[in-house]
């Protein structure tokens, strides 16, 4: 479990200290997310048969938080068995790791490997305590396995560790690897079918968008899959009055006294492109900043001011290449969604729209500035 230091601890310490409390502490619920853990608490109460649910949303919009609340919710809910059966371990979160190169196979060794370390097997290369190989009557005897037979081992060590435990959710996190993975698509989507094999257990996969992908390895695996958007906030006026409150929550529990930034509302949602993990991150680095400006001197006794928050903001080419990622990750996802078609085009068309202002905006800003540049440098070259 991750020690999250409080706002009091936070607003007493150092840097270090307000910056772990903004990224650990901090919880922004997404507006979906009510909706995500309905359902996904729906399918890990007691009794309740297993399912696949896919999380998919741009970098920085709160999915690792729902796998975190997940954990939190699970392992409250089973606290009595896990207390009669130290051996119960009803959930396991890890991250899928990715691809050591654009042009190398997925990592299956390591993800096993990843997996079995959640569940306390004792050791990590397990397909080597093996003499037989699972429904055969080969032996291997002192020779080392191939690596397709202890990829193969592997998971089906996996598969009988999930059992024994008896564990009731695996949340994987960072899923866009399995997507990025070239030639893997079949590989992964029968090892997720194989591993959600048991009805018992709930798959939350949470990841970037390219995520969704993960129903096209089979039509099994796309009838049990449910996708869930979690998308950025835009234009629109309930998503301005929900980013607004959000903006106002965060300065409500800030962790330096007296930062005030919940006028600056409108442009930290251009800045951070409705995004509220680039919110925060604005605002980590305007401390950041704040403390370089005052080098030697107590952050807490620092001043704060607006143009600290704009210094953080990204720079246009950063700007434009979280909006064109979000943007084309909008525009891909929506045949994934199930909602009625007239529905999903009008919602397209009105994010395109909102998309291309938010550029514009941001394009018209870089040119300015660019234009200054230059006026700047030809001033001083004729001085």
Not at 36 to 61: E, K
Not at 273 to 291: D, K, N, V, Y
């Amino acid at each position: 479990m991750i020690l999250r230091p409080t706002l009091e601890m936070a607003q007493q310490g150092g840097l270090d200290l307000k910056l772990q409390y903004l990224k650990d502490t901090i919880r922004l619920p997404h507006r979906n997310m009510i909706d995500a853990l309905d359902r996904i608490r729906t399918s890990i109460a007691p009794f309740a048969s297993g399912n696949l649910t896919t999380v998919v949303g741009p970098p920085g919009i709160g999915k690792t938080k729902l796998g975190e609340k997940i954990l939190e919710d699970t392992i409250s809910l089973y606290a009595d068995e896990m207390r009669a059966d130290p051996s119960f371990i009803p959930v396991i979160k890890l991250d899928v790791p990715p691809c050591k190169s654009k042009s190398s196979t997925f990592p299956w060794r390591d993800f096993y490997r990843a997996i079995l370390h959640e569940l306390m097997v004792p050791e990590a290369d397990l397909p080597a305590q093996f003499s037989q190989r699972p429904g055969t009557s080969s032996v291997l005897g002192t020779r080392a396995p191939g690596e397709e037979s202890a990829i193969h081992f592997a998971q089906y060590v996996a598969g009988q560790a999930l059992s024994r435990r008896r564990t009731k959710v695996v949340i994987l996190d960072e899923c866009i690897h399995f997507a990025n993975a070239l030639h893997s698509s079949q590989d992964w989507g029968n090892v997720l079918k194989s591993l959600a094999n048991n009805k018992s257990i709930t798959f939350l996969l949470l990841g970037a968008y390219g995520t969704e992908t993960i129903v096209r390895a089979s039509g099994q695996l796309a009838r049990r899959t449910d996708i869930i958007h979690f998308p950025r906030y835009g234009n629109t006026p309930e998503d301005v009055k929900a980013f607004r409150s959000v903006v106002a929550s965060v300065q409500a529990r800030f962790p330096l006294a007296g930062a005030k930034f919940e006028h600056l509302w409108k442009d930290l949602l251009l800045g951070s492109f409705g995004i509220t993990g680039q919110f925060i991150r604005i605002l980590m680095t305007a401390l950041r900043l704040l403390e370089q400006m005052n080098k030697g001197k107590d952050i807490n006794s620092c001043k704060w001011s607006d143009d600290i928050v704009y210094a953080a903001m990204p720079s246009p080419e950063e700007f434009e290449s979280i909006s064109d990622e979000t943007v084309k990750g909008e525009f891909c996802i929506t045949p994934f969604l199930r909602r009625p078609a007239k529905d999903a085009m009008t919602s397209l068309r009105a994010k395109h729209k909102e998309a291309i202002l938010f550029q514009t905006k941001l394009r018209k800003a870089a040119s300015s500035s660019t234009r200054a540049k230059r006026s700047n440098k030809a001033k001083a070259a004729n001085a």
